[in-house]
């Protein structure tokens, strides 16, 4: 009988000291914020965005492949910004479906190019708190109802 009682408490040391080492790697390798590749997200700056609206034009005009393949590369990684409007995205969202070279450059395609980009600056960019929510949303009311 004490055979098997030393058995069971030298497991249960095993299991604790195995379980310590999982939680110790966990925290060490399975944390993001340790990890090189952790990024701050922050709002596209006024020069990402009027460098996109020259490509998008490029490949409007052009309607070469590598121009607008550039435009495609710049524009989709900021469909995962979360703190874009949903005004700016269906904005980038209208350029990546329309940036893309075709057979017949008429002025219904470069328009479709065209008319996004050059909403990008003016929808895309925060604005000055004192001006009001480039976002909308709901303002305080000062005046109380009764």
């Known amino acids: ?76 990684p900021l469909m995962d910004n979360k703190l874009l409007s949903i005004s700016c995205k269906d904005t980038i969202w209208t350029l990546l479906m329309n940036a893309k070279k075709s057979s017949v450059n008429d002025l219904n395609r470069v328009n479709s190019i065209e008319s996004p980009a050059m909403k990008l600056t003016t929808i895309c960019l925060k604005k000055d708190k004192k001006q009001g929510s480039p976002r909308g949303g709901l303002r305080k009311n000062s005046q109380t109802r009764t």
Do not use: H, W
């Open 1 to 76: 009988m004490s055979n098997f009682k030393s058995y069971s408490t030298s497991k249960i040391r095993l299991l604790k000291l195995s379980s310590f080492f999982a939680v110790l790697t966990l925290f060490f390798f399975g944390n993001k914020t340790l990890s090189d590749d952790y990024k701050l997200e922050t709002l596209p700056s006024l020069k990402l965005l009027k460098t996109i609206q020259l490509k998008a034009y490029d490949c409007a005009r052009k309607n070469n492949e590598d121009s607008c393949l550039e435009t495609q590369n710049l524009v989709n």
